[in-house]
């Protein structure tokens, strides 16, 4: 009898009760399989070996700062003095310096001379009355009256500058002088036409004009100067200028 082929054979071997021995080997194999899978999850099961944990070092990367940028002034140049060289002293003995001259004298401001020679006939008077012959009454008189024949002439007591040339009703021909420091001199009861005018320049002992008749308020008086000072406006003395008479 002829045999027949091994495939044929494992063909009808698998028609027959084979499949079902083949089937029941798989089904073994995979409860075989689950059960160690399912033993090697439990906490008591076999012991899997593990592989020791791979340290993972991280390094740190490093922070980067934002860097103001730092400005630094210049720094201001620093100046050096110069040292002065001390003073050699020498050996020869300094020269004596030779004496200033003395500066010629000058003429103070406050220089003053009496515009005429002559006797003071009345005082200067504001405190006490005085009786006046022309008016006939007792009043103040603010200034001093000069004996003087009418043409003596009339020179400025201290320099000065014209401020005005008047005709004054009481008091006739009138010429006043401003000096430094807010002082004025009066010059009353002179001749009809003084020497000067408002605005001129005069120096101390320049003549001014001359005396006259001219002052109605003492025409009573025999000729004279009337000489008044103001100091600041307010009537002062005028013998408290003037040089004491030789």
């Known amino acids: 009898m002829k045999r027949k082929p091994i495939l044929e054979r494992f063909g009808?071997?698998?028609e027959g009760r084979g499949f079902y021995i083949v089937?029941?080997?798989?089904?073994?194999?995979?409860?075989?399989s689950g059960y160690y899978l399912f033993s090697s999850l439990q906490p008591g099961g076999a012991d899997t070996p593990v592989s020791a944990p791979t340290q993972v070092v991280v390094a740190a990367s490093p922070t980067v700062e934002a860097v103001k940028p730092t400005v630094t002034a210049s720094p201001s140049p620093t100046v050096t003095p110069t040292p002065t060289p001390s003073a050699v002293p020498s050996a020869a003995p300094a020269a004596t310096p030779a004496p200033a001259a003395t500066p010629a004298p000058t003429q103070a401001a406050d220089f003053f001379v009496w515009p005429l020679r002559g006797q003071v006939v009345a005082d200067w008077s504001l405190e006490v009355?005085?009786?006046?012959?022309?008016?006939?009454?007792?009043?103040?008189?603010?200034?001093?009256?000069?004996?003087?024949?009418?043409?003596t002439e009339v020179m400025a007591v201290a320099n000065g500058t014209v401020a005005s040339v008047e005709q004054d009703d009481l008091m006739g021909t009138t010429v006043t002088i401003a000096h430094a420091d807010g002082l004025e001199s009066i010059y009353a009861n002179l001749a009809e036409v003084p020497s000067v005018e408002a605005g001129d320049e005069v120096a101390v002992g320049?003549?001014?004009?001359?005396?006259?008749?001219t002052a109605a308020a003492e025409s009573a008086r025999a000729p004279h100067l009337h000489l008044e000072m103001r100091?600041?406006?307010?009537?002062v003395d005028p013998l408290s200028y003037l040089p004491e008479q030789s």
């Open 129 to 151: 009355l005085a009786y006046d012959e022309t008016m006939g009454d007792w009043r103040t008189h603010s200034g001093i009256d000069i004996s003087a024949p009418v043409g």
């Open 23 to 32: 089937l029941s080997l798989c089904v073994a194999a995979i409860g075989i």
């Open 12 to 14: 009808d071997f698998m």
């Open 231 to 235: 100091k600041d406006g307010e009537s």
């Open 206 to 213: 320049e003549v001014i004009g001359a005396t006259g008749t």
